[in-house]
């Protein structure tokens, strides 16, 4: 891996650095991402081949391990008294933390017009529809009685019974239901221009079916173009309180309730916070490996790792910042439980667990003030990886020390995973895997219409700002 | 596409306060004092307690438009954001009074440090005896530590106001771009700062008027109305200065579109925080968290319940949704108006129903000191706009950025 | 809205538009700009990306997609509002944590859910569906160069159904930076969907009904074969059932009794003065050794009182407590408990006393189950106090206590 991109210069304050690097042209941006999901099959990069071997392989654990817990019981797992939500209830978190990302780069980013986003926001919305996939997984088989997991939905049944609106876990369900609709809908709708130019570019005739069918007779028209931007619009302004509403109602499942550490107000934001933190690490993890394998590093830069770095500081700094404002108001509050849960998350039986917390969280991505870390790959591929597993054990720090160490010591109690809990988290990166190794071989993995709308024309002189390097039309001076 | 225009084109405009500021300087001032002494004598003579309470809220109100202010200038920066450019020098000079506000905290201070526990009951040492949930944290809230705080809080928002100033018509006069770096430089801590610091004087000076009560979201809360009511005092200043026919050309109606945009955003991010809040709080039926709401449930505070719900929330939401009224600068006016209002309400709500000793009635809603205390603040803070305005041009106008903000099209 | 002709349909000349092609956004918007000034109608231009300004250029008018998004958030705000109503006040009305049937803050979550996801759908398939997607057929897929429409190259194509089309072509030639025109011909293959997509669809729509129709055949039939279990392990699971058979005791049955003389913790009741308030059948006289009664017993007997025995004997004893006076007040037919003051009960020994709170008395039930067997001599104690109360003077308060009550006159 190289550490600085070449064509990184040291920038100005008040520059605007292109959005890619290098020349490009409209041609040249269309054959880049095109030729990633053109070879044919026989002709399957061995790279590719060996990571979906491996990744499919994973997958394989993972359904031997549903099968295992369907046919024996949820007593497979470890959850049992007083943890009875123990890693599920973690591991969907985490997923659907994960899957807050792509939502926020696709809506939020666009309507702040960060033009930056169009190079990595396929790829992290792909990234948000695969993990709320793992994560719907786990309240799916966590259930129990699996065949009767259609109860969480309300269906007119024979027993003439409706779900309990008042519960936060029904929210869940319309929430995470609602989450991969929409964003699944944003995701192909994005893609529905791309997918044409892949049946454009087809030179066999399954690829060219199999594109037309998905990209709908799409031509380009500026009539369908003039309501597709209108759409797009629509919709990102609709993903995003979406995109706060999900995550805010995960907290809420754990805030309505009495139990210290959970019940405190600040949930709803400090979840989502964390949420895109945690969504901004996956995003770097897989996007550092696969702009190098995939030769995308003309159209995903330094610059666009970096601003994703600067988001990964800003988010996990207001996470850094809950933890303390919640540790504040322990204290504050005069509640002895909740003053004791806390510091019993510090320095009791799980403090190994709230330490990893806080230093992948709040430690680690601190290193991401100085430039030099920014725009290092090893640096930020460690601090992301730092920030996945941080995350992951910011959920089981909240979901277990509250549950193992509640009102009365006697029934305190400690959680230990089963070799099932482990292999099936470790079984749903398999999934996540598979899935998006999928994607990047057949489907077009960079919004290439939405980054050429956002290219300086070539060889047009309204261009906002020349290649890298060149002059520009100085402000300064101005008198 | 952005395209640039030639920032050299702000050189044509009227960019100054020009004749009228003095008149505007002085007039606020006559204004600002004049109230200040109505409300003082009406206070010493009359209710002390609802003195102390209005000022609070006035202070409050005014307060948090200039750390709204302060924020927006910060997040701008460390977003390298173009499009703002010609709005920003209002910011930063309402970010800039933040010292003068601190002087404004003295008619609340000096009587709590006279030992007063008519404000901030905590004071009270009678009443800390009877509550033994007060005595861990009667160290923290004590007078002397209370008044370091605040000093502390003014501390820090002074010197991080005074930087971006500074170093931005530092810009003015030489037109280095090395201000600009600054400036970007000091964001992204100033804002770490910022959030810190907002947090704590909050919780001190307004959480803690009800101290047996405690909200970890009380932060965001107070800060997401800062920035609703940052941006509709935006959305009226430029107004009024384009009324009066200053930057005609520079601020166009895509520039109020965007800051409609916001202001429609953060009407909703309010929204969410206080429905997190007050979900959360209804229902866990904890005792001492509903006492915040039990208290602001019943009698005329319950229908200001209502008001801020439908106010704050409900009415601009529907009002603002629509494009055509984010462009159509009297509808976006009204609303910039009505939101100030209702921000105003929201720190009244939040400072007045606080009764703690038993059987004491609720105070009343409106109250004639209400209005001298706003007028007293209000004035001296827009005097002090208009005095730090100066000679000053209104616009950052050799920003690296301007031309990209000049030539500024909303999609 | 994309005119259109049914394949194999159109005009004798077997031209279906007249296509230009550009390589620059800015030509296409210039040509865009000439064709609409000469008043065409049926064309289109076609790009690889929105560009910007295109819409003006080419006098389209705004989409009504925003409204058809509104009455898709509005229709899913109600509905959820209405689905949350209806299910859990009518039709399975239960509480649950102490919140009302209908609880706005709790359905606040999913009307909100609901109204983004019936706005997405309207905004995603109202994009589609105004757009005259999907078309699978298009004439212009016909042209080798169309197929850059969606990489690299901007065109314009002016169909045949123009009135104006016989100076299309004149027109387009003479535009700046019209790479090339030519005619695009009439679509002249099959319509028929190919037979891979027919039997696909066919097939996969077969099975997809599959197992409606087996749950509608499950519902419809009736089975003398047991029925079948999913999991087993729950419904059989390695354990004896009361009452069955179980060979492996001389008995057969699987139920154990207990060894003789067990006793369960804490059901060892040899102490008879203490369990029964007797001594040898006759009542006790005073506590049983192993209580002391002091200060306490008497607070807790207090207690005690208070909870089980006042709200029919009243708190002082006399009979008269709040649920007599309630009866008494609604004229029910009451039987007046007993006056534990009178003469017939202060005779009585602690132990009878003790015996009644344990066994019960005429109307008065068992309190066994209730009260543990310290707290029932801690309730008698206290009504020995109260039974000596009723009847003391001045000489039975301690000399100290006296002067209060003489101060408090005849309270």
Known sequence: MTSIDPTLVEERPGDRPPILDGPNDYASVTEDVCRIAEPPVTQTPKGWLMGFALASTILLVLGAMVAHLFLTGVGVWGNRSPVFWGWPIVNFVFWVGIGHAGTLISAILFLFRQKWRTSINRFAEAMTIFAVMCAGLFPGIHVGRVWLAYYLFPIPNQMQMWPNFRSPLLWDVFAVGTYATVSLLFWYMGMIPDLATLRDRATSKVRRLAYGIFSLGWTGSNRQWHRFERAYLILAALATPLVLSVHSVVSFDFAVAQLPGWHTTIFPPYFVAGAIFSGFAMVVTL????????????????????????????????????????????????????????????FGPYAWAYWIMVSCNVLAPQVF???????????????????????WFERFVITVTSLSRDFVPSSWGYFSPTWVDVLTLIGSFGLFFTLFLLFCRFLPTVAMAEVKAAMPEPGHGHAERPPAGGAEPAPEGGR | MQHSVDPSVIFGENRTLGPGRRKLMLGALGVGVVATAASIVLGLAGDGQRFQRAWLVS?????????????????????????????????????????????????????LVLGSGELWIWNDHAWVEGHHHMHHKEGWLSMPFFVVRVAIYFAIWTRLARSFLRNSLAQDADGARVHTGRNQRLSAPALLLFALSVSFASFDLLMSLDPLWFSTIYGVYIFAGATLGCFAVLILTSMLLQRSGRLEHAITTDHYHDLGKFMFAFVVFWAYIAFSQFMLIWY?????????????????????????????????????????????KPALAFWAVWILVFHWLDMQWLVMPNELHEGVAQPALFHVLDVTCLLAVGGIWVAGYAWLARERSLVPERDPYLGESLAFKNV | MNPEHAP?????????????????????????????????????????????????AMGIKPTILPWVVLAGGITGCGGGLLLQYWAN???????????????????????????????????????????????????????????????????????????????????????????????????????????????????????????????????????????????????????????????????????????????????????????????????????????????????????????????????????????????????????????????????????????????????????????????????????????????????????????????????
Not at chain 3, 21 to 39: N, T, Y
Not at chain 3, 386 to 398: H, I, K, M, T
């Open chain 1, 287 to 346: 996007m550092v490996p696969a702009r190098q394998f995939f030769g995308l590093k003309r159209i995903v830069t330094v610059r666009h790792l970096e601003a994703m770095n600067k988001v990964i500081l800003a988010t996990g700094t207001m996470v850094g910042y809950a933890y303390g404002m919640e540790f504040f108001i322990s204290w504050y509050g005069g509640n002895p439980a909740e003053t004791f849960t806390f510091v019993n998350r510090a």
């Open chain 2, 284 to 328: 866990g039926d904890l005792p001492e968290e509903t006492r915040f709401f039990a208290n602001r449930a019943t009698g005329v505070w319950g229908d200001a319940s209502y008001a801020l719900l439908f106010g704050q929330f409900v009415v601009p939401f529907a009002g603002l949704l629509s494009r055509h009224v984010k462009r159509n």
């Open chain 3, 89 to 411: 006040s009518i039709a399975y009305p239960f509480i649950i944590s102490g919140k009302p049937m209908f609880s706005i803050p709790a359905n606040v979550p999913i009307m909100f859910e609901l109204t983004i996801l019936l706005s997405a759908f309207a905004a995603f398939f109202g994009n589609l569906l105004m757009g005259g997607l999907p078309r699978f057929s298009n004439p212009l897929f016909r042209m080798p160069r169309f197929r850059r429409a969606t990489s690299d190259r901007f065109f314009i194509s002016i169909e045949r159904s123009d009135p104006r089309f016989a100076e299309a072509k004149a027109l387009l030639s003479g535009l700046a930076g019209a790479v090339v025109v030519e005619e695009c011909p009439v679509d002249t293959s099959s319509d028929e969907i190919p037979r891979v997509v027919r039997y696909t669809g066919l097939t996969v729509g077969l099975l997809a009904l599959a197992p409606f129709f087996l749950f509608f055949t499950a519902r419809n039939t009736t089975s003398t074969e047991p029925q079948f279990h999913v999991v087993p392990d729950m419904d059989f699971q390695p354990k004896y059932k009361a009452q069955t058979e179980n060979d492996m005791f001389a008995d057969g049955r699987a139920m154990r009794l207990p060894v003789a003389g067990t006793v369960a913790r804490g059901e060892l009741r040899d102490d008879e003065h203490l369990q029964d308030g007797t001594i040898d059948g006759v009542w006790a006289k005073d506590l049983p050794p192993s209580i002391t009664g002091d200060a306490a017993f008497m607070a807790r007997g207090r207690e005690v009182f208070a909870i089980y025995c006042s709200v029919c004997h009243g708190l002082d004893g006399r009979g008269d407590g709040l649920v007599t006076r309630r009866a008494q007040q609604k004229g029910l037919s009451w039987v007046r408990p007993t006056d534990m003051l009178q003469d017939t009960v202060r005779v009585q020994d602690i132990g009878q006393l003790y015996g009644t709170v344990k066994n019960g008395i005429r109307n008065m039930p068992s309190y066994a189950a209730q009260i543990g067997v310290r707290d029932r001599w801690a309730a008698v104690y206290y009504v020995r106090a109260l039974q000596r109360a009723g009847y003391a003077s001045l000489d039975d308060v301690p000399p100290g206590e006296r002067a209060k009550l003489e101060k408090k006159g005849d309270d």
């Open chain 2, 59 to 111: 202070l409050a109100f005014f307060l948090t438009l200039s750390l709204g202010s302060l924020f927006f200038v910060a997040i701008n920066h460390v977003t390298r954001a173009g499009w703002s450019i010609v709005v920003r020098r209002q910011a930063e000079l309402f970010a800039s009074l933040l010292p003068l506000l601190a002087l404004l905290t003295l008619p609340v201070l000096v009587p």
């Open chain 1, 369 to 391: 003030w100085f430039k030099k870390a920014r725009t290092s790959i090893p640096i930020m591929m460690v601090v992301a990886i730092f920030v996945n597993i941080g995350m």
């Open chain 3, 8 to 56: 194999g349909q159109g005009p004798e000349d077997g031209v279906h538009a007249v296509v230009a092609e550009f390589s620059h956004p800015h030509d296409l918007a210039a040509a865009c700009e000439k064709v609409r000034d000469a008043g065409f109608t049926r064309w289109d231009a076609y790009t690889p990306f929105p560009v910007h300004g295109l819409d003006d």
